[in-house]
């Protein structure tokens, strides 16, 4: 299962944390997976490359699996826009393949969705 985890601060995403293998596959030929991956790599390359973002951090741990994007200081509506756009995408796979992929909504304020 890959569990990814979106903070938010009202409405409004800023970060995402995603880890574990969603298990549709073996490693290496699961789509489910390499679609996650895709579009949290897309994500980070968004921010560094096209908006050049530097009020943004990540760190990816490969072998844990494990990405967290954290673009909190960051409230420009180019970066709110590709963060919705990305989450969107991942909630769709979430939907497609519930046992593989799941999404929670943490608040700032602590409340879990």
Partial sequence: ???????????IAIA???QG?????D??????????????Q???Y?????????SFFYTIEEGEGRMTIDWSMSRSPEARLLADTIIGSL?????AYPEHVRIMEVHTDGIQV
Avoid: P, Y
């Avoid at 299962?1 to 409405?11: E, N, Q, R, Y």
């Avoid at 293998?21 to 596959?25: E, K, L």
């Fill in 91 to 95: 909630k769709e796979i979430a939907r």
């Fill in 27 to 40: 490693k290496g030929e699961d789509i489910v997976c390499a679609g996650v991956s895709a579009l949290l």
């Fill in 46 to 54: 968004g921010f560094k490359n096209v908006l050049d973002l530097s």
């Fill in 42 to 44: 897309a994500l980070l």
């Fill in 21 to 25: 293998h969603s298990g549709f596959a």
């Fill in 1 to 11: 299962m890959t569990d990814i985890s979106v903070t938010l601060d009202g409405d």
């Fill in 16 to 18: 995402i944390d995603a």
